[in-house]
């Protein structure tokens, strides 16, 4: 029915406005300092209408989380597309990745925050579905290419990524060792390449 598609028009116009306004306050404040008033303020919503579309405070950080993952998974691919070579585009996708978590936005809310507000695994289980998901398809291609030794993708995307994560917490809270993050990063990716790999 028409009335009902406008009404879900209508919720979903909502649900964007709170993510949008909230991830500027989360951005800024941190999920902490950031109260359940301060959301009601800054959007100028109603208490209940956050807590209708979101639950809880949590649930709409949830929600903003993972609009977050879907546009860092999103800016990689386009950082790599243009890219023919699968080496480098595993390395230029690690690199973006790397550059993108240390947005002042992405390191508060994705780096230094969802792992402690959502807890270890619902968090894990969102990157899967976004970063894993990016990293497992190029890990694929290089291996079909024969510049990264065959094994499990799924694996060692996981492991890739938690790597690439924990690198973006160290950059994130000291700045000074970004350049040595980025190296340590190259010379575990080395370790990947086949020896026979040009």
């Known amino acids: 029915m028409v009335v009902n598609g406008v009404r879900a028009k209508q919720a979903e116009a909502t649900r964007a406005r709170l993510r949008r306004r909230a ?4 951005a800024t404040k941190g999920y902490a300092s950031a109260s359940t008033e301060d959301l009601v303020r800054t959007t100028g919503l109603t208490k209940g209408a956050l807590y ?7 649930g709409l950080f949830r929600s903003v989380v993972e609009d977050l993952e879907r546009e860092l998974a ?38 230094l925050d969802a792992p402690s507000v959502l807890g270890w695994h619902e968090w894990c289980e969102i990157d899967k579905q976004y970063g894993v998901a990016m990293f497992d398809k190029t890990l694929r291609q290089a291996m079909v290419a024969g510049v990264v030794r065959a094994q499990p993708t799924g ?7 938690g790597a690439l994560n924990v690198a973006a917490r160290v950059a994130a809270t000291r700045s000074e060792d970004r350049d040595e993050v980025w190296f340590t990063v190259a010379r575990l990716l080395s370790g990947l390449r086949t020896p026979s790999a040009p």
Do not use: M, N
């Open 155 to 161: 694996t060692l995307a996981q492991v890739l990524l």
């Open 23 to 26: 991830r500027r306050l989360f």
């Open 74 to 111: 999103q800016a990689v691919g386009q950082a790599t597309e243009a890219e023919a070579d699968p080496w480098r585009r595993l390395e230029l996708a690690c690199k973006a990745y790397l550059e993108i978590s240390l947005r002042p936005d992405v390191a508060r809310i994705l780096v």
């Open 52 to 58: 209708h579309h979101f639950g809880d405070k949590e």
